[in-house]
């Protein structure tokens, strides 16, 4: 923080930690899904003036995470903006 490179405030930021999903084998999916799209829908507002209104929507009005994924990742294939993913994967509910 106190030396920032050439690179601070280039990135996009898109952060999971799935130790916040729960963890009962019967209603992980169902949490895992509503997580990531809760982070997606966060993400896609907070940065919603470097997209097209219409993907925005698109993002928001989609309810399966790897589908809003897929709009998020087409909306910036050809754009000069870039996504930095930081995942904190916590694989007790992967088990």
């Known amino acids: 923080m106190q030396n920032p490179t050439a690179e601070q405030g280039k990135y996009f930021i898109l952060s999971f930690n799935f130790s916040e999903v729960l963890k009962d084998k019967d209603k992980v999916q169902d949490d895992f899904n509503n997580y990531c799209s809760i982070k997606i829908d966060s993400f896609i507002k907070r940065y919603s003036e470097f997209f097209e209104k219409e993907a925005v929507?698109?993002?928001?009005?989609?309810?399966?995470?790897?589908?809003?994924?897929q709009l998020l990742?087409?909306?910036?294939?050809?754009?000069?903006?870039?996504?930095?993913?930081?995942?904190?994967?916590?694989?007790n509910f992967a088990n």
């Open 57 to 69: 929507a698109r993002i928001l009005r989609e309810e399966v995470a790897h589908v809003k994924l």
């Open 73 to 91: 990742s087409e909306s910036l294939k050809n754009s000069s903006n870039k996504i930095y993913l930081m995942i904190d994967e916590y694989d």
